[in-house]
């Protein structure tokens, strides 16, 4: 055993405690969407999946498939360049920097292939 997964994960929260049955059932049923997890990590060790997933190295070949809920926008925020930074002036030109390159495609969908193009060469 090589210690690979080979599946998908989403919202893989490490919590300090072992969570109760009702808090799980709730978390499940609320959707892949809400923020219920958000509510039980008060006071505790908590390990978000936006850490594991946007703050940390990543190893083998790790396939993002994009799902929509509100507010995903501000994920960004979770990024290398971004995370645990201090907002100043540096932070936010090189914000405006990144977005910037977006004009030079002004009238293209965005879609995976511009998306993998950005990853590619900016």
């Known amino acids: 055993y090589n210690g690979a997964f ?29 923020d219920f997890e958000d509510s039980l990590h008060v006071g505790e ?11 940390t190295e990543r190893h083998g070949t790790i396939t993002e498939v994009p799902i929509t809920c509100p507010g995903d926008h501000w994920n960004v925020l979770y990024f290398t360049d971004f995370y645990n930074k201090v907002v100043d ?17 002004f009238g293209h969908k965005i879609d995976d292939p511009l998306i993998q193009h950005l990853k590619d060469h900016h």
Request: include cysteine; hydrophobic fraction near 40%; charged fraction near 30%.
């Open 89 to 105: 002036d540096g932070l936010l030109k090189r914000m405006e920097d990144q977005f910037e390159v977006l004009e030079e495609f």
């Open 6 to 34: 080979g599946g998908e994960l989403l919202k893989l929260n490490v919590y300090k405690r072992q969570l109760e049955a009702g808090e799980v059932e709730q978390m499940f049923s609320s959707g892949m969407c809400s």
């Open 45 to 55: 060790a908590f390990l978000r999946w936006e850490t594991i997933l946007y703050a």
